[in-house]
């Protein structure tokens, strides 16, 4: 069995590959048609998928990372419902309305 696993790892890899360049749009597709990137995964075995991976797509970092420039639109960050001054608002709001009820 072991020795079939490089087998299947190259062509799990290449199916990966495969897929992501299928679903990635036209826009994201960076150095060559996408027409051009699906041929060099499906031809060269290892190298396509890998050199898809690296240099084929434009990838961002997870999560904003660090780096972000002044003029980039950060993305809000999630706060607890206890120091989220809008749902203790919310809450005040519902309080008085019951209250005067």
Not at 2 to 15: K, M, N, S
Not at 32 to 48: A, C, E, N, R, Y
Not at 77 to 90: G, H, T
Request: charged share 25%; hydrophobic share 45%.
């Amino acid at each position: 069995m072991l020795r079939y696993l490089p087998f299947l790892l190259i062509i799990a890899l290449t199916i990966y590959a495969f897929i992501d360049c299928l679903n990635t749009p036209e826009e994201e597709v960076k150095h060559l048609p996408k027409v051009i990137w699906v041929i060099i995964i499906l031809l060269f075995s290892i190298v396509g998928p890998v050199v898809w991976l690296v240099a084929g797509k434009k990838r961002t970092l997870a999560g904003g990372g660090f780096g972000g420039g002044a003029g980039r639109a950060r993305r809000a960050q999630w706060v607890a419902p206890d120091d989220n001054p809008e749902f203790l608002r919310s809450l005040r709001d519902e309080q008085d309305g019951k209250d005067k009820n």
